[in-house]
């Protein structure tokens, strides 16, 4: 129930970020969500792509320093105390959120949020036990 | 001494046998040939007699070997002001080669070999290779520079002489160098090591791993570099590592190299004779203190150079090698004291930076230094790639790594320096010395 993220250094200078996209786009790799974390220096760009192994190769291809991380795409209920409640879980779970960013569209009618926690395998198992849904994979391809 | 037919390709090699001269027949000889070698600069180089004229000293003032304390000092602008032949030895006649170094300003500085000059050479870059183990049989590509750069050419006589299969490469075309390695199955490397470091990184990108390869054994000069760089060259690629000094002033490489103990090079001291000076004074230094390293060339006809100043920071290991070579050993050299900066009124040297950067991250990134002024106040700034290894998807693992680069130069240099994390590729690439210091303070 895990998801690859790439994630990417970025130089905070004119038309990195660009780039880096344009190195996907060349490659015909499809973003499904992304996301800049960025500070006065430098940024770190997430990606969930279609083809992530394909993805981290054409980063990589292109000079760009990537890693690979698993995440979970965590579906939360679409009103308000709706995020709440599914942290209110992981919490209660003593879950260690890195950080989270929201996916771009609804997957299908559902609200869905990327999480990075340090102990993705433990966070897979807690938070289903809780109640909660993750989306597969595959069901992030069927978003267009 | 020559090789016999039927020595074998490995281990001692006769024409090292001077590396293990009685220490009393040593002095004995350097004295005998630091006598001639004064007379014949004396008799044949108008500046350096004016130079030792001024003194009121003949040649006869060498006595004993300390006496090589009375006479001038020759330095880097000897050649410049005497571009291009004015302290040749020989007659044109006799000159059979020239070399000469870019140089960052002006005019190159120029330097000749007669046909003893270059048997000489020769003869040193076998003993430099077979301290490094190279032998007869091995395939050993030399990727310094071949052309004015006495690398290229210095490297590849030894290699012949020693008996090994030359791949004459040359610098440059580093994809090319990758697939001749791989495909001759090639078990030493002469190249620089930041350039190696490049091969490594280039090799892995290519899906190439070196250590795979039949490469044992790589003979690394023409830069000051470091133990971390040493420990990241032997851990990417699988071999061993030699350090070796030389400079074209004096011959070129093969000054002194390191034996399999990598404990400090040996000078070949039958040829090159060692002081150590301190730079302000220019006193000499007993053996084991650090300071200058001067060489004077006791056997070079076309151009002989009398007490050199290298600006290279050294000191003379006194304990005997348990090699057996009772040649003496200088530390491996890590500084120049021209690479040296004054920032802020503190001396810097580019090694303190990379001693700094390889204490966070254990491996040895690309980096360079800048200086800037910025409203009259001298600004260093560090740019260091970001590596596969260090770089995390965290924001906060990032910033951190960025404060311990900060706090590590900052202890090492004293100087607060800004530090800025760059991609991978984004700092130039040398394929001769790798260039550190980028001054751009302007007056
Ligand atoms: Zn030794």
Same mark, same amino acid.
């Given at each position: 129930?895990?998801?690859?993220?790439?994630?990417?250094?970025?130089?905070?200078?004119?038309?990195?970020?660009? &780039?880096?996209?344009?190195?996907?786009?060349?490659?015909?790799?499809?973003?499904?969500?992304?996301?800049?974390?960025?500070?006065?220096?430098?940024?770190?760009?997430?990606?969930?792509?279609?083809?992530? @192994? $394909?993805?981290?190769? $054409?980063?990589?291809?292109?000079?760009?320093?990537?890693?690979?991380?698993?995440?979970?795409?965590?579906?939360?209920? @679409?009103?308000?105390?709706?995020?709440?409640?599914?942290?209110?879980?992981?919490?209660?779970?003593?879950?260690?959120?890195?950080?989270?960013?929201?996916?771009?569209?609804?997957?299908?009618?559902? &609200?869905?949020?990327?999480?990075?926690?340090?102990?993705? @395998?433990?966070?897979?198992?807690?938070?289903?036990? &809780?109640?909660?849904?993750?989306?597969?994979?595959?069901?992030?391809?069927?978003?267009? | 001494?020559?090789?016999?037919?039927?020595?074998?390709?490995?281990?001692?090699?006769?024409?090292?046998?001077?590396?293990?001269?009685?220490?009393?027949?040593?002095?004995?000889?350097?004295?005998?040939?630091?006598?001639?070698?004064?007379?014949?600069?004396?008799?044949?180089?108008?500046?350096?007699?004016?130079?030792?004229?001024?003194?009121?000293?003949?040649?006869?003032?060498?006595?004993?070997?300390?006496?090589?304390?009375?006479?001038?000092?020759?330095?880097?602008?000897?050649?410049?002001?005497?571009?291009?032949? +004015?302290?040749?030895?020989?007659?044109?006649?006799?000159?059979?080669?020239?070399?000469?170094?870019?140089?960052?300003?002006?005019?190159?500085?120029?330097?000749?070999?007669?046909?003893?000059?270059?048997?000489?050479?020769?003869?040193?870059?076998?003993?430099?290779?077979?301290?490094?183990?190279?032998?007869? +049989?091995?395939?050993?590509?030399?990727?310094?520079?071949?052309?004015?750069?006495?690398?290229?050419?210095?490297?590849?006589?030894?290699?012949?002489?020693?008996?090994?299969?030359?791949?004459?490469?040359?610098?440059?075309?580093?994809?090319?160098?990758?697939?001749?390695?791989?495909?001759?199955?090639?078990?030493?490397?002469?190249?620089?090591?930041?350039?190696?470091?490049?091969?490594?990184?280039?090799? +892995?990108?290519?899906?190439?791993?070196?250590?795979?390869?039949?490469?044992?054994?790589?003979?690394?000069?023409?830069?000051?570099?470091?133990?971390?760089?040493?420990?990241?060259?032997?851990?990417?690629?699988?071999?061993? !590592?030699?350090?070796?000094?030389?400079?074209?002033?004096?011959?070129?490489?093969?000054?002194?190299?390191?034996?399999?103990?990598?404990?400090?090079?040996?000078?070949?001291?039958?040829?090159?004779?060692?002081?150590?000076?301190?730079?302000?004074?220019?006193?000499?230094?007993?053996?084991?203190?650090?300071?200058?390293?001067?060489?004077?060339?006791?056997?070079?006809?076309?151009?002989?150079?009398?007490?050199? #100043?290298?600006?290279?920071?050294?000191?003379?290991?006194?304990?005997?090698?348990?090699?057996?070579?009772?040649?003496?050993?200088?530390?491996?050299?890590?500084?120049?004291?021209?690479?040296?900066?004054?920032? #802020? +009124?503190?001396?810097?040297?580019?090694?303190?930076?990379?001693? !700094?950067?390889?204490?966070?991250?254990?491996?040895?990134?690309?980096?360079?230094?800048?200086?800037?002024?910025?409203?009259?106040?001298?600004?260093?700034?560090?740019?260091?790639?970001?590596?596969?290894?260090?770089?995390?998807?965290?924001?906060?693992?990032?910033?951190?790594?960025?404060?311990?680069?900060?706090?590590?130069?900052?202890?090492?240099?004293?100087?607060?320096?800004?530090?800025?994390?760059?991609?991978?590729?984004?700092?130039?690439?040398?394929?001769?010395?790798?260039?550190?210091?980028?001054?751009?303070?302007?007056?």
């Amino acid at each position: 129930m895990k998801v690859t993220q790439i994630s990417c250094f970025i130089e905070n200078r004119p038309g990195r970020l660009h &780039a880096a996209c344009e190195a996907l786009a060349s490659r015909r790799i499809n973003i499904h969500t992304l996301s800049l974390a960025d500070t006065a220096e430098f940024g770190i760009l997430r990606l969930i792509v279609a083809e992530p @192994d $394909a993805g981290k190769a $054409a980063l990589d291809a292109a000079g760009y320093v990537t890693r690979k991380t698993e995440v979970l795409a965590v579906e939360v209920p @679409d009103d308000a105390g709706g995020l709440a409640s599914v942290l209110a879980k992981a919490d209660t779970a003593q879950l260690n959120i890195e950080y989270m960013y929201a996916f771009s569209a609804e997957v299908g009618a559902r &609200a869905v949020v990327i999480m990075r926690f340090s102990e993705p @395998d433990r966070a897979v198992e807690a938070l289903q036990r &809780a109640g909660v849904n993750l989306v597969a994979p595959i069901a992030l391809l069927a978003k267009a | 001494m020559r090789e016999s037919w039927n020595d074998q390709g490995q281990g001692f090699h006769p024409v090292s046998a001077p590396d293990y001269l009685p220490t009393v027949q040593l002095r004995d000889l350097q004295l005998r040939r630091l006598k001639a070698v004064v007379t014949r600069a004396y008799d044949n180089v108008a500046p350096f007699r004016e130079r030792m004229a001024e003194r009121e000293l003949t040649p006869a003032v060498i006595e004993t070997l300390a006496d090589i304390a009375k006479l001038p000092f020759s330095l880097k602008t000897d050649l410049r002001d005497n571009y291009p032949f +004015g302290l040749f030895a020989s007659p044109m006649s006799e000159i059979v080669r020239l070399h000469a170094s870019s140089g960052t300003t002006g005019k190159p500085i120029v330097v000749a070999y007669t046909q003893e000059d270059l048997q000489v050479w020769a003869s040193v870059m076998l003993r430099t290779f077979a301290s490094a183990g190279v032998h007869r +049989g091995d395939i050993v590509q030399n990727a310094y520079g071949y052309g004015l750069f006495t690398g290229g050419l210095g490297a590849h006589y030894g290699l012949e002489a020693i008996g090994a299969t030359v791949v004459p490469t040359s610098g440059g075309n580093t994809d090319r160098q990758i697939m001749l390695m791989r495909d001759f199955g090639v078990t030493g490397i002469c190249c620089t090591p930041s350039y190696f470091i490049h091969l490594i990184e280039r090799a +892995g990108e290519l899906g190439v791993d070196l250590r795979e390869l039949p490469l044992r054994v790589g003979i690394f000069g023409a830069e000051p570099w470091s133990e971390g760089m040493r420990e990241c060259i032997e851990h990417g690629s699988g071999i061993k !590592a030699f350090d070796i000094y030389g400079l074209s002033e004096i011959i070129g490489p093969g000054v002194g190299s390191e034996c399999h103990e990598q404990a400090g090079l040996h000078i070949f001291e039958d040829h090159f004779y060692p002081e150590i000076i301190d730079p302000e004074t220019c006193q000499v230094l007993p053996d084991g203190e650090e300071g200058e390293l001067v060489l004077t060339t006791l056997s070079k006809r076309a151009m002989p150079m009398i007490r050199y #100043r290298t600006r290279d920071i050294t000191h003379i290991i006194t304990e005997p090698c348990s090699c057996g070579r009772t040649v003496r050993r200088i530390a491996r050299v890590a500084r120049r004291s021209d690479d040296m900066f004054i920032i #802020r +009124g503190v001396n810097v040297f580019p090694s303190q930076v990379e001693t !700094a950067l390889l204490a966070v991250e254990g491996i040895l990134p690309h980096y360079r230094i800048v200086l800037t002024r910025d409203h009259g106040l001298d600004q260093m700034g560090v740019e260091v790639e970001v590596s596969p290894e260090v770089f995390s998807d965290q924001v906060s693992v990032m910033e951190a790594l960025h404060k311990r680069l900060s706090h590590s130069i900052e202890r090492i240099t004293g100087i607060r320096a800004g530090v800025r994390l760059v991609e991978p590729h984004s700092i130039p690439r040398s394929e001769g010395k790798a260039k550190r210091v980028w001054d751009e303070r302007t007056a």
